[in-house]
């Protein structure tokens, strides 16, 4: 069974909206949350990271909320630019288990146009 | 280089032979990290080193599969008697092992099994 869902596989926008990717997981053990970017042929790329102590965590154009009352977490790209279409991924560790792997989500394409 | 790095960038093999993939991690980095992404999938946790920790090979899908990683530096993959189905993009990442999750990934190998 899945611990970290990413419900929609893909996402479109224009250039200059806001771009919203959503996650929901569900090992209540998880306190800290990842969201990596990946080009086709590229490794995935770090982006921003939130600690379940805080509610929201923001950096540039990126912002990721964490609700964890309704497990969930979403990613807001604003405002967006054609070189954000990539997929991205949500992932969640448990802080307290040092270097542990990553959960990953299955990936949300998002294809920003201009 | 600075990133960590993967060799071969792809490689195609026949059902039923071996095959090895190999991960210079970012010097510094204590934990070694392989996953893989199959096809409209996430990325699966294969196996963890920690330093000269036993690995964690919980992630393993079986027996054909082991990873060694020597003088706490470079790893190699190794699949013994491949199937179609191992046909995915094998992933490496490291990190410096502590409690901050930031994993930075290799651009991966695609393998492809006939």
Redo the contacts between chains.
């Keep these: 069974d899945q611990q970290v869902k990413q419900n929609s596989p893909s996402l479109s926008v224009q250039e200059g909206r806001i771009s919203i990717l959503n996650c929901d997981y569900t090992n209540s053990m998880f306190d800290y949350f990842l969201w990596y970017k990946k080009y086709p042929a590229e490794g995935p790329t770090f982006l921003i990271s939130i600690s379940s102590i805080k509610d929201k965590n923001e950096d540039g154009r990126f912002t990721v909320f964490l609700n964890k009352s309704a497990k969930h977490l979403s990613l807001h790209i604003v405002p967006s630019q054609p070189g954000d279409s990539a997929v991205y991924f949500c992932a969640a560790s448990a802080v307290d288990q040092a270097g542990t792997a990553l959960i990953f989500g299955k990936g949300t394409t998002l294809s920003v146009s201009s | 280089g600075a990133g960590?790095s993967q060799s071969p960038s792809n490689k195609v093999t026949e059902k039923g032979k071996d095959v090895e993939l190999r991960c210079d991690p970012i010097s510094g980095h204590?934990?070694l990290?392989w996953?893989r992404q199959s096809l409209?999938?996430?990325?699966?946790?294969l196996i963890?080193f920690?330093g000269n920790s036993a690995p964690?090979k919980s992630?393993l899908p079986s027996d054909r599969f082991s990873a060694e990683r020597t003088g706490g530096s470079v790893s190699t993959l190794t699949i013994q008697r491949t199937q179609q189905e191992d046909s995915a993009v094998y992933?490496c990442?490291s990190?410096l092992?502590?409690?901050?999750?930031?994993?930075?990934?290799?651009?991966?190998t695609r393998l492809t099994v006939l």
């Design positions: 960590v204590t934990a990290y996953y409209g999938q996430g990325l699966e946790f963890y920690q964690d992630g992933l990442a990190s092992g502590n409690q901050v999750n930031e994993q930075f990934f290799g651009p991966g």
